[in-house]
């Protein structure tokens, strides 16, 4: 048996949107800890790695560890006839194929219920293990969003350098290029909207804009965003949900050998 | 084997330019002042006389329908050189002569080229024999050939034969079939400026002659013998180059064959020869002649555009396998072997060129396996001659159409169709008038009866008009000479012409008989005898001949047609086509209003017929009966009655019953064939993706079973569980690669190409990768579809089936769903299953397994750490071990069943190592085949990646537990 019931429904909605561009299927796996999922896109490139705690949810029932293949399209269908203030309760039995998600309004006169096909789905389960990190970024989440946002207007690719004076996004393509600046700023009235730079060691790493821009769909979950760069290693885009969990995307480099050569497959 | 050589300024050649003109005693003027005016040309620079002579002869221009003859110049020239010239110089209006005034002349017969002027003068056919009367020529003693008999003879005593009776005999040709080996250097394609050839092997073969003369390999090193071949060693490429050279003049073949020789193989040995500075290596022809390179470009309309190198081989016929097969075959793969399983049934070893150089640096016995390949390759080339019946069918061709035999590879249609017209015309004193291409004028195509789309369990019977469009030609006397043009029609009575359906007037046969009825006419009598002494004929060499002829036969009747139509042709006339389509579609209308009228319940009959389909030149026809017997004789009599009310010889037939019938669309049908009541012949499937070549094999494949087991078994319920289960293997990973391989020419470089496509750019991938093993123009590039990121172009996303294999790369399901198999299986089961075949097809429950495969390429693999999930539930493990905690209680039975698939691997590994083994023909060598047109190679090289992964998790559960 395993039940889990989240209060703030909308959350569900929000992590499902963001992560259902860059993994298509993926097991959920369930364990007295918390639900966690972690999925690579289809090329190899990127990689979403979400947890939330156990603590999130009341109540959180996980009699023993299971994993619970979905796809995030219907995933995603089935979330969006929930209202915003609804209680989302996700339900399962051993023997059963199917995932019950049960919608209650806030004040308990509606209750739906909706029962998804489980699917069975065989593959590795990869991860990237922790390291140490040469420059981590810490910005407001739209302002990263609105820099991806933009730069994709010019080019396919960004490339972000850090260094102690700052961090720079630059991309160029056939219309032109464009260069955006950020200093640290430490002093905003806001702690949300200040820029912060530990810096190790500068970088100088180039991206596909295209998965930036998947990622950064994740927005609304936090008002901050933490870039961690290693140079020659993916990049870490994480956004902490609250204080239940985290969504974490990696990114791999883009080797530079050819300006013009836009395959994210390296060969 | 004749070998002609025209010798220039001897007049021994006859060069006819015939020009219109109304005056007479003229000629002497006109020869002298036209002699003039060539003088200050180019051509005629090395000609003391160019015009030899003028005549003037009574003759009839070809094209409308005229009476009585008129005088025409015929100008004969000294060089076959000149004749365009002169043509330009009449045409262009500058010419006069004497006191006549100046003029633009139309000439005749001025764009014929030599050779086939030569022969319809004579009467000398393709392949054909003539016999010389003593006297009438003289030997010649300081002889200019490597011929054992050179004779002179003047052109008009020649007696050629026309092939019939016992001239329908073929000599005893000698075919050399011969393949090289080079030694690329890594990764680079053989370049004959830089790299040796290291074998040569030769095998030939006299025609009809089940056995070979002989089988000799030239190697450069030491190599051990091989049973029943020769093998030569040489230390110097110079001297093995060399004595290959001599090989071709001493043995002397008049048939030269091989696969690619003439693109490759005999371009490389000739530059290879000037790269090492051979002076003696280019004489391969029969006379003295150098043998001399050139670049050709042939187009044309049925067979695209190509690129061809030309050697010029004086005496004998290069006849490369790949060319001819180009021709007459659509194949998704020209490669040897893929051709070989094809037709041979015989998969063939693949030794990449990359493989070749090792080979060749290794022992004797490295060298002898290299040879082994390299003689399977010569030998291949000449079975397939032999099963295809080429030869035969293109010497047959030759004699039909009259044209050299070299011109049916390299040349079009049209060229046939002129020999013969030629022919015909020289013997009614006609002359073909040299027409400047006009534009392109459009005349609608034939008519089809729009289709009922359904599945018809009750039998349908076909009835189809036995060589309509000739048959409509000879019917209504349609031809040149029978047209009449917009004032001609006022001198004749009514009923002396008939109006066509496209409102174009043609003389009656009684009037004038046209050229090409009579062509035809004579083409299909000499079908239908080759037919009946088809059958009459024992000896299998023969029966070969004979059907060989009969084919060559009907296919020269089609395309007189189709040269009428030409727009860009010797002598279009649109009117003729025109009007032959017309009647066509009239006909089919007049047929089916006929059949459902004839046979109906007022006329007796228990239902009404429908007409359910008709495009062309047939009609299907649903009777509404219960057996094929039926149907059978219901049809033969509806062919019998239709066929009265149309003139001779236009003959309506009945020809097949399909029973069950699936109609899917205008020119897409399956159905079962039946000729006779109680058994089918075959399975027939019309424009069905069972034979397309831009789909990949699986959609070929699956559809093909379906239709088996909706149209033999008749149990489409079985059909679509087997599409679900194949559904489901592709969502799993369980489908062999070499199913879901698409190829696509590559006709274009990048640049070309207006939209980027998917084998182009991988092509420009590949180079990058490995220069040597990218495929080059004109190849088929063989791909599949990987998955890409959302919203990734499709053209990024092909790669190369080996580069995918290797890397483990997981395919887009979604696009082979989608892009691949959803249409096709639509088409055939939306008419069985109705609305529903898409939710049930695509949406069942049979597409919730999936697996994902983990890719060894992309760029976060190398950072990725693999946590093992439990073998039994899936769930993440925090160490190394099989199985969780929770399902330990099941481990033995969950070993057990990786074991069983352990097992399952390693005997799959097993079988297919050794057929590999077979077909290489070594059963202790480590098997080197890369042929990427072999199923077994994909198959090979995922089971052993299969046999790794298990293998590693039966060492978890080793792990585990001690047992």
């Known amino acids: 048996m395993f039940e889990a019931r989240l209060l703030n429904g909308s959350l569900w909605k929000k992590i499902i949107e963001s992560i259902k561009d860059v993994v298509e299927d993926a097991n959920w796996e369930c364990s007295g800890s918390g639900i966690s999922l972690q999925g690579m896109d289809s090329s190899h490139v990127a990689l979403v790695s979400l947890h939330l705690k156990s603590d999130a949810f009341d109540p959180y029932r996980c009699d023993r560890n299971i994993s619970l293949g979905l796809s995030s399209t219907n995933l995603s269908k089935i979330l969006k006839c929930s209202s915003n203030d609804d209680s989302v309760i996700i339900r399962t039995s051993e023997a059963s194929d199917n995932v019950s998600f049960i919608f209650e309004s806030s004040n308990s006169e509606k209750v739906s219920q909706f029962d998804l096909k489980l699917m069975n789905i065989d593959s590795e389960h990869l991860g990237i293990p922790d390291m140490e990190y040469d420059s981590i970024v810490k910005m407001p989440s739209n302002e990263f969003q609105r820099i991806c946002r933009d730069l994709s207007l010019l080019g396919e690719s960004v490339q972000i350098a850090c260094t102690k004076d700052g961090v720079q996004f630059t991309s160029s393509g056939s219309i032109g290029s464009g260069k955006i600046s950020l200093r640290p700023n430490i002093t905003a009235e806001n702690l949300d909207d200040t820029v912060n730079i530990e810096l190790n060691e500068a970088v100088l790493l180039t991206f596909a804009l295209r998965y930036l821009n998947f990622f950064t769909k994740a927005t609304s979950l936090a008002p901050r965003v933490i870039l961690s760069f290693k140079t020659e290693h993916p990049l870490v885009v994480e956004y902490q949900i609250q204080d239940i969990g985290y969504l974490k995307f990696y990114l791999a480099p883009k080797i530079e050998d050819d300006d013009t050569k836009q395959t994210t497959t390296p060969d | ?963």
């Open chain 2, 1 to 963: 084997m004749l070998v002609i050589r025209a010798p220039f300024g001897v007049g021994t050649h006859v060069l006819i330019t015939v020009i219109k003109y109304t005056g007479i005693f003229a000629c002497e003027e006109f020869k002298q002042d036209l002699n003039k005016a060539l003088k200050s040309e180019n051509t005629a620079k090395n000609f003391t006389l160019c015009v030899l002579d003028v005549a003037i002869e009574e003759k009839q221009s070809m094209y409308f329908y005229s009476k009585g003859k008129r005088p025409f110049f015929r100008i004969t020239v000294a060089s076959p050189r000149l004749v365009p010239t002169v043509r330009r110089i009449l045409e262009e209006g500058d010419f006069k002569f004497g006191d006549y005034p100046q003029k633009q002349y139309s000439t005749y017969e001025s764009n014929i080229e030599f050779v086939v002027r030569f022969m319809v003068d004579t009467g000398l056919v393709g392949c054909g024999w003539v016999s010389l009367k003593g006297g009438e020529y003289e030997v010649r003693r300081d002889r200019s050939s490597r011929c054992q008999i050179e004779l002179d003879v003047k052109y008009n005593n020649l007696v050629c034969f026309a092939p019939e009776e016992e001239w329908q005999a073929i000599g005893p040709l000698r075919i050399l079939s011969f393949d090289i080996e080079c030694a690329a250097r890594k990764g680079i394609f053989p370049e004959a400026d830089k790299d040796r050839v290291i074998q040569i092997a030769n095998v030939m073969q006299i025609q009809g002659q089940p056995d070979y003369l002989f089988k000799v390999v030239f190697t450069l090193k030491e190599t051990a013998s091989i049973p029943g071949a020769e093998i030569l060693c040489y230390e110097h490429e110079s001297e093995m180059l060399k004595d290959w050279s001599s090989l071709i003049r001493e043995t002397d073949p008049d048939i030269l064959t091989g696969y690619n020789i003439i693109n490759f193989d005999i371009p490389y040995l000739m530059n290879r020869a000037a790269a090492l500075n051979l002076i003696s290596f280019p004489y391969l022809g029969r006379t003295h002649e150098k043998t001399t390179m050139s670049n050709t470009t042939f187009q044309s309309k049925a067979y695209g555009k190509r690129e061809n190198k030309s050697t010029k081989m004086a005496g004998r016929v290069q006849f490369d396998v790949l060319q001819i097969l180009f021709r007459d075959q659509k194949l998704r793969s020209y490669s040897l072997n893929s051709v070989s399983y094809l037709f041979l049934g015989q998969q063939k070893e693949d030794v990449h060129h990359s493989k070749i150089t090792e080979l060749q640096e290794g022992d004797k016995l490295t060298r002898r396996r290299l040879a082994i390949y390299c003689l399977r390759d010569a030998v291949l080339p000449l079975r397939l001659l032999d099963k295809l019946m080429c030869l035969i069918n293109y010497i047959e061709m030759a004699r039909v159409t009259g044209v050299p035999i070299s011109y049916l590879s390299t040349r079009g249609q049209q060229i046939k169709v002129i020999s013969q017209l030629l022919r015909k015309a020289r013997e009614q004193e006609l002359l073909m008038p040299a027409r400047k291409i006009h534009g392109e004028e459009e005349y609608a195509g034939a008519t089809v009866i729009e289709p009922r789309r359904a599945f018809y369990k009750d039998p349908v019977s076909v009835l189809d008009f036995s060589s309509l469009y000739p048959s409509i030609m000879m019917a209504h006397n349609l031809c040149y000479t029978s047209l009449l043009g917009p004032g001609d029609r006022s001198e004749l009575q009514p009923e002396q012409y008939i109006r066509t359906p496209s409102g174009n007037y043609f003389v009656k046969a009684d009037v004038r008989k046209g050229l090409l009825p009579v062509i035809l006419e004579e083409l299909l009598k000499a079908r239908r005898k080759a037919k009946a002494d088809l059958k009459m004929e024992q000896d299998p060499f023969k029966k070969k001949v004979l059907d060989g002829r009969q084919l060559a036969l009907k296919m020269s009747a089609n395309s007189v047609y189709g040269f009428t139509g030409a727009s860009i042709g010797k002598l279009p006339c649109i009117e003729i086509s025109g009007s032959v389509t017309a009647y066509g579609r009239e006909m089919i209308g007049q047929v089916k209003d006929y059949v459902e009228e004839k046979f109906s319940i007022v006329n007796g009959y228990a239902h009404n017929a429908d007409v359910i389909y008709g495009d062309t030149d047939s009609v299907m026809v649903l009777f509404h009966v219960a057996t094929v017997k039926e149907s059978i004789d219901l049809g033969k009599k509806a062919a019998e009655l239709v066929t009265a009310n149309f003139p001779h010889p236009i003959k309506l037939e009945f020809e097949k019953v399909y029973f069950p019938y699936l109609l899917i669309n205008k020119k897409r049908y399956a159905g079962l064939y039946y000729t006779q009541p109680d058994k089918y012949d075959k399975m027939d499937c019309k424009g069905i993706e069972t034979v397309r070549r831009d789909n990949c094999t699986l959609v070929a494949n699956l559809i093909n079973t379906c239709l088996k087991k909706i149209l033999i078994e008749r149990d489409p319920g079985d059909a679509i569980e087997y599409v679900k289960r194949t559904i489901s293997d592709l969502m799993c990973n369980r489908v062999d690669i070499s199913q879901l391989v698409i190829t696509k020419e590559l006709t274009k470089s990048d640049k070309d190409y207006s939209a980027r496509q998917a084998h182009v750019v991988l092509a420009g991938r590949m180079k990058e990768r490995d220069a040597g093993s990218a495929p080059s123009l004109g190849d088929r590039v063989p791909y599949v579809i990987i998955a890409g990121t959302k919203k990734q172009a499709a053209y990024e996303k092909a790669e190369d089936p080996i580069y995918v294999l290797e890397n483990n790369i997981p395919i887009d399901v979604k696009y082979y769903l989608e892009q691949q198999l959803s249409k096709p299986l639509l088409r055939i089961f939306e008419p069985i299953m109705g609305d529903k075949a898409e939710r049930e097809l695509f949406h069942g429950d049979h597409t919730l397994s999936r697996t994902i495969v983990s890719s060894k390429a992309g760029g976060l693999t190398m950072f990725a750490k693999r946590s093992e999930t439990c073998i039994g539930c899936k769930s993440v493990l925090k160490g190394n071990e099989a199985v969780c905690s929770h399902c330990i209680e099941r481990i033995s039975e969950l070993y057990q069943r990786e074991v069983e698939q352990l097992r399952n691997f390693e005997e799959k590994f097993s079988r297919l190592w050794t057929q590999c083994q077979t077909c290489q023909e070594s059963l202790h060598e480590e098997v080197i085949c890369t042929n990427r047109d072999c199923t077994i190679f994909y198959m090979r090289t995922k089971v052993i990646k299969d046999l790794e992964e298990k293998s590693r998790i039966i060492g978890r559960f080793e792990q585990q537990v001690d047992w």
